[in-house]
């Protein structure tokens, strides 16, 4: 993913989308419109279910908070998209422990 995109995220169609910045005529799916929850699969096969927020990271990766799933997904630089935060499930386990 190019740095500097403009990310837009549709809660009505599910999907993460990318304008260009150099070109903004261009909008291009990143992530979303697929079924798949597992981690490492291509991120346009990836399901999303009240996506919230979108962000890249300083690396170049994207972010993307759920508040269905209770977590975060990561968009790598690679279009393969990964859990990076949260279990899917409501609660609070305390600090000092591990983000998944």
Same mark, same amino acid.
């Given at each position: 993913m190019t740095m500097n995109n403009l990310y837009h995220i549709s809660s009505l169609l599910l999907l993460l989308f990318a304008v260009n910045s150099t070109c903004a005529q261009?909008?291009?799916t990143?992530?979303?419109g697929g079924t798949s929850a597992a981690d490492g699969v291509p991120a346009t096969t990836a399901r999303?279910?009240?996506p919230q927020s979108a962000e890249q990271s300083?690396? @170049?990766d994207v972010h993307v908070t759920s508040g269905y799933f209770y977590g975060s997904r990561v968009v790598?630089?690679?279009s393969l998209i990964y859990n990076f935060a949260g279990n899917?499930?409501?609660?609070?386990? @305390?600090d000092g422990g591990l983000a998944t």
């Amino acid at each position: 993913m190019t740095m500097n995109n403009l990310y837009h995220i549709s809660s009505l169609l599910l999907l993460l989308f990318a304008v260009n910045s150099t070109c903004a005529q261009t909008i291009t799916t990143i992530a979303g419109g697929g079924t798949s929850a597992a981690d490492g699969v291509p991120a346009t096969t990836a399901r999303f279910v009240q996506p919230q927020s979108a962000e890249q990271s300083f690396h @170049g990766d994207v972010h993307v908070t759920s508040g269905y799933f209770y977590g975060s997904r990561v968009v790598k630089q690679n279009s393969l998209i990964y859990n990076f935060a949260g279990n899917g499930a409501l609660g609070y386990s @305390g600090d000092g422990g591990l983000a998944t």
